[in-house]
Nanobody, 116 residues
Framework: QVQLVESGGGLVQPGGSLRLSCAAS????RTWPMRWYRQAPGKERE????????????NYADSVQGRFTISRDNPKNTVYLQMNTLKPEDTAVYYC?????????WGQGTQVTVSS
């Protein structure tokens, strides 16, 4: 079955950086697109970034464009989210996502807290 496991979250000061990882299993990773989302307390889940199966194309939400970078390592079945210049409003639980045949698959999430 499809499994997605996020890691790399934590507490970071404003202006700092973190790299999130999402290890995938149970499907042919190199043929599926991947996305990152986040959900802050009391808010709806928000799309952040998308990457195509071969990694040739990416796109980002305006809120993170220029600060966050999505990438993937297909031999390692892992997608990453490099987050730079973090702000307190980036505090949220971060999720990786994939979909196929009309089904969405989600990891358990990893908490990112940006605070001094």
């Amino acid at each position: 079955q499809v499994q997605l496991v996020e890691s790399g979250g934590g507490l970071v000061q404003p202006g700092g950086s973190l790299r999130l990882s999402c290890a995938a299993s149970g499907f042919t990773f190199r043929t599926w697109p991947m996305r990152w989302y986040r959900q802050a307390p009391g808010k709806e889940r928000e799309f952040l970034a998308h990457i195509t199966p071969a990694g040739a194309s990416t796109n980002y939400a305006d809120s993170v464009q220029g600060r966050f970078t999505i990438s993937r390592d297909n031999p390692k079945n892992t997608v990453y989210l490099q987050m730079n210049t973090l702000k307190p409003e980036d505090t949220a639980v971060y999720y990786c996502n994939t979909w196929n045949g009309g089904y969405d698959f989600w990891g358990q999430g990893t908490q990112v807290t940006v605070s001094s």
